[in-house]
Structures are given as C-alpha cells and as structure tokens.
C-alpha cells in the first residue's frame, strides 16, 4: 500500500450549506486520515491514507452533494504525507474572505417544522429554528468566512444543548451558524406603537390585531412586513391609505399550494416555484371573481402577487390561525387564509429593517409590532417573478435569490458597477463571478442614497473585492453615478460610463455567456444616449465593450419633461403633435387641468427632449385608449394596454421604416378611428407593434449580417409582445437571447455596466 496526501479545494456555494459535515461524513467511511475547513475561498479537503482508497473517496465526495451546495471548480494538489496525523476532522475555519459565497436565505425546511409543530420537541413553537439546510444566512452576515462571529446571531451564546448540535459532526445542525433555541436564541415580542409591551402570546396577539381589521409589523428576514387580512375590504383600505399606495398591487401570504390554487390558476412551473427554497412572490393569473373575495388587493389586474411561508414566524401564524392542529397533514390542506404581505416601506422609502426605526417611521402605519431581538445586517426584499411559456421572467430579483453570482464566460478585471436611480442593484465582478445585489429599489431621497450605499459597502465586504475599475451610466446627475465617481477617487481606480440601453444588451450577453457580435433589441423605459437624447426603442450592434446604434423608434417630444413619464395623456398630446394633429390633441385633452399650461407650447417648433422609448409610445396609446392618463404605479399604463388586448391580425401598412427608424404613426393614424374602443385598440396596437419590431429587427439583422438577436429592457415584461415578438424572429431563423436569471429591467443594469466595463479594459490591454 502507498499513502498519498492530497488537498481537494472546493469554490463555489460551499458555505453555510452543510458542506463540512457532508464531507465529514463521507470520508468516515474510508480509512483515511486528514482535516475538512472553511477557507476564505471556499473548502478545503486534505485526505491521506491508501491511494486507492484515496481514490475512491474523492469520487465519493462529488455524488452526493448536499441539497443547497454547487460546486463550481474543484482543484487537487499533491502534499507531503505528515506522519503524526491519526484522524479525520473538521479544522477551524481560516482566512479571511478572498473566493468565497455567503449562501442565499433559504426557507424553512420540512425536518425543521417537524420540529416547530412537535409539541413534544423542545422548539415547539420557536420562531429561530432552522438547521444546516435551512434558515437565515445573507441577512444576517456581516462578512466573511461564514462563521457565526461574523454574524449578528454572535451576540447569542449556544446553550449547552445547541452547542452539542452544533459541534456533532452528526447532528442536522453541525455548525449551523444560525443554530438557536429558546434557551439561548433569539426571541418575540409584541409591542404597542409606543414600544410598550404587549402581555401574552406574541403569534396569538398579533393574529388577534389582524380578526379585527387592523395592521401588524412584523420583523422578517430582510425587512419588515406590513400584514393584514385580505378578505377584509376595511382591513386592506387602512393598510393602503396608511401606506399611501393607493392602486399599487400588493402581494398575498397563503399556506401552500393548494391554497393559492382557490385565487388563480397555477400551472406546475409556477407551483415549483411558489414552493421552491426562494421562495419568490410569483405573480400568477387570478380566477374570476377573486377581486370580489380579495377586495383592493390587486384591483383590476389579471394577475395577483402570492408567495408562500418561509419563516418560521410565518408558519407559526397559519398554525395559530388554525387553532394549532397535531400533526403534518394542515401543512398541506387548502386553507382559506389569505394574508396581504407587503414591504413596510412608507411611500417609496426604502424598507425597514430595525425596531427602532419601525416605530419611528411605521408608527402611522401598523397598530402592533411583531419583533424580534436578532438584528438584519442587510435589507433584501421579497423577489417576484412570473413564468411566461414555462421560462422564468424575474421581476425583481432579492430575498432568496442575491448574493448567488451569475457564472461569467470569462475571467477578467474586478469591476464595481452602481446601476441606475430605477429599480436600483449594484454589480461587483470577480474573476468569472458576477454578484448582482438584492434590489435596492428607487434611489432618489435620502433615505434611499443611505440604503444603497450600505448595500454597496456590505457587498464588497462580502466579495472581498478591491476594484480595477467603477462602472456607471453616462448621466452624471444622479446618485448612484455620483456614488461611483466617489468610489473611484477613493480606490484610484477610472470610472466608465456605459450607455443605458447598451448596458441592458451587456446584461444579456454577460448572462449567456458570448461577447458579440450581435443585434441588441432594446425595448425600454428611458435612459440617457450618447446623443443627449431619451433613447428607449433601438436597435445596437453590439460587440464586446463597443456599441454602435442601427436604427431607433421615430422620437416623439417629451411634453412637460420627465412629468411625461409618470403622465402618459401628455405622451399621447406629444404624439399627436409630432403627427400635426394639435385639434385633435386639444378635443381629446383640452379639459385636463393642465392643458391652460400646456397649449402656449403647442403649435410652435418643439425645442425640449425627445425619446425614442418604446414604454412612453406605448403609454400614449394607453392614453388614447383610455385606459391610464397617469400612472399610479410603475408600469401601470403597459400593463392595462396588455390585459386589454386580445389576439388579431397586424395592421397592413402599420410602420413605415426610413433610415433604420421605425415609424407607427400610420397605425396610431387608424387608432384614432377607433376612438375609444380600447379592446380594438390595445389588441391592434399589440398585433402590430410585434410585427413592425420584427421586420425591423429582421431586416437590421440581414443588413449587419448578425444572426442572433439579445433583447432586453422594461417593456420585456410584457408577455403578449415578447411572445408574439419572438415567433417572428425565430420564423426569420434568428437566435434569440433573453434574461433568464435576471429582471429584462433596470434591475440587471448593473450586471451590464460592469461587463461592458470589463470588456473595455480588457481591449485596452497591450496585446501579449
Ligand atoms: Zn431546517
Ligand atoms: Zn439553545
């Protein structure tokens, strides 16, 4: 027999997800001696003992893999044998962050409510439990290795029945760094809105607010929540008006799947992934008459936001709505609860995230505080998404899903990107990993500027990450582009500026894994061009960090500024205009109040913005049709044109395209006709818009002699266009490229910032 030593390094989601112990276990079985550790890049295995055995066991080690670990690169080294060596164990972690992943936070898991719901368990209603499997992890990571000291679980102490799970190789808690009871761990409270606290039962206090119509604020993962009972139409029309939002969709907490199946029709896609460990908000269609059940939850929307339990306190409140039934078998029976679950966040501010500011900022808001004495070290939102054919369209893309890194084709400079104001993330790139943050959300006031910065620190605390480089968007006037230029004056490192639109097409290459050339296609909201002007519909030859534009919608004015986009009746008064129809942009709108302001600057040659965005035309329409002259929420006017529409044939002669510009004046021309027959025109508009976009895109294609297509942008959301969109251009015999892991809008910014960045330093390399 010859003995070896070798050391195994694994890199990839190695951390926090019961890797160790799993390793531990393996090798047991082999008489092999040597150590398991966490190292700042990821884990490292050294075994030694017979080589054949050796063998074995390496195989061994790569077949069973725990449930939540992916291993990206494995590397083997030959070692010297140390001869003193008699065992197998687990080391104590080394180094500090340089490679490696804090894990997402999953939901609970099934041996976990086991335990919550086993009378006789001693976390029997413990509202901390969780395990290697399941439970917190990025939300409450400050950095890294993932060790529970760098956690905001180390100001509890392991009591001495948690710290034998937690150092029992065996036990489903070996160093599960959350590992908690209600000896030692965290705890509930309820507290009145002055912070006095409430005597009795937290759960049961709570649910008893929600029976009498009011609302509870109730500390999460990444953030408070807002919850109130849904079926109540009073409940739902105090948490609104308290929260100022008041058309905003908000999403719904039911126990499982076949409780959301009594609102809306959920496909077996879309029950993975109300069920998956992410445990997303998933927008799914609702069955008819649920507005009447769900009264002011998501009015007049086809779709409802739902999400499933994934906390224990979350669980714990079904179990007490249902009188604490015995057993498993409530866990997977319909049940009639339905909870509204919303961000706690007063109009637009960022979300909340400790006690201390709930009951300052949430104090006109929630009637109870349902708190907890474990801190969250980092904000992140709920993630929503819908599944369109079968294939994910990510929304927002947060809780569950960030930090875990989109896999990068290439290795390349660390490049830092700050995104845009919108739907804010952030993006730090390291080697082949790209780190796209949880959703910042709109970054405008204060409040949110702090909100970001904060995400931006934690993030390259996590990576460990120094950048070569700051990426932002070529609009200096905003926050997160001033953010940049002060991170690059602070690292002394340069800052690039990547166009809005071609950051969006990066987005999508970076995700697929090619660098061009191809045709970007961006159907898009606003972002500034390297002209000066609002670009939104165009059509980029897109080539590693290089772009170069082909053809864009026909501009329309942006009447009365960026106003306009919050207002679509003054995209459609613009549109009217630019087609020389003032007396019909007058008899339609003239009795706005703010047309007086408006008609002096009619009639004359037109000298503010124009836009060239497909989601300002496409708000016009819904204007003209009737069906949102302002916006109440984002996306509003989209969304009711798409809900309006209904399948038909293109219009002959719709477009006319000059010059690689794409004009749909002659059917906006026969739109008008239809006065305000809005189901006429929001299925026409659709059935032609798809098929203009694709003769565009079609012919742009043969002239550059480019055969894939990567689309992208806000008006992606859309699913009648893209699907229409999408059969044209596969019919053509073009590839298409789409965002998969995630959201087509502003959201994935930063991810294309900073690989067109990369790219561009990449090319100014001195060739080897
Ligand atoms: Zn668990
Ligand atoms: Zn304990």
Known sequence: MTATRIRLTFRGRVQGVGFRPYVWRTVKAYPLTGFVRNTGAGVDVELQGDAQQLRACRRALTLHLPPLARVDTLDETRLPLIETETQFEIADSQGKASGARIPTDI?????????????????????????????????????????????????????????????????????????????????????????????????????????????????????????????????????????????????????????????????????EALASVSRPIVLLSKKEDIDALLPGVAPGLSTLGVMLPYTPMQWLLFHEALGRPQGSTWRDEACDRVWVMTSANPSGEPIVTNNQEARERLNQVADVFLLHNRNIVVRCDDSVLALHDGQVLMHRRARGYAPDPVLLQNDGPNVLATGVPAKNTLTVLRGREAFVSQHVG???????????????????????????????????????????????????????????????????????????????????????????????????????????????????????????????WLMAVGLLCAMGEDAEAQRRFGRHPAWPALAPQLGKPFDGWLTSSLALWTGAIAALAGLCKEQRFDNEAQQKLEEMAEDCAPLPGGWRMVDGQLDLSPLVRHLLTLEDDACAIASLWHATLAAALGDWTVQAARQADLGTVAIAGGCCANRRLMSLLLERLTEAGLSVLRPIALPPNDGGLSLGQAWVARERLLAARPKA
């Open 442 to 568: 709109d970054v405008g006031d204060s409040l949110s500027c702090q909100a970001m910065e904060e995400v931006c620190h934690h993030l390259l605390e996590l990576t460990a990450v120094r950048p070569e480089a700051i990426a932002c968007d070529l609009d200096p006037s905003h926050y997160p582009s001033e953010l940049a230029e002060e991170l690059s004056g602070h690292f002394g490192v340069p800052l690039i500026h990547v166009q809005h639109q071609h950051a969006h097409i990066g987005a999508v290459l970076a995700e697929h894994g090619r660098s061009g050339p191809v045709l970007g296609l961006a159907l898009d909201a606003v972002g500034l061009g390297d002209d000066g002007k609002a670009w939104g519909g165009e059509l980029l030859r897109c080539a590693g960090g290089e772009f170069t534009r082909l053809g864009q919608l026909a501009p329309l004015p942006l009447i009365g500024g960026t106003r306009a986009v919050r207002e679509p």
């Open 107 to 271: 939901a609970t898991c099934p041996n976990c409510l086991n335990e919550l719901f086993d009378g006789s368990d001693r976390r029997y209603r413990y509202a901390f439990t969780n395990c290697t499997d399941c439970g917190p992890r990025y939300t409450i990571t400050h950095s890294l290795p993932y060790d529970r000291a760098e956690t905001s679980m180390s100001a509890f102490e392991l009591c001495p029945a948690c710290r034998e799970e937690y150092e029992d190789p065996a036990s489903r808690r070996f160093h599960a760094e959350p590992n908690a009871c209600p000896q030692c761990g965290p705890r509930l409270m309820l507290t009145d809105r002055f912070g006095q606290l409430l005597k009795g039962d937290p759960i049961a206090g709570a649910l008893q607010i929600i029976g009498m119509g009011r609302s509870v604020a109730m500390k999460g993962l990444g953030g408070f929540h807002l919850v109130c009972d849904a079926t109540r139409a009073d409940a739902v029309e105090r948490l609104r008006g308290q929260k100022k939002r008041q058309q905003k969709p908000l999403a719904v907490m039911v126990l499982n799947v076949e409780s959301a199946r009594r609102l809306c029709h959920v496909s077996d896609a879309e029950a």
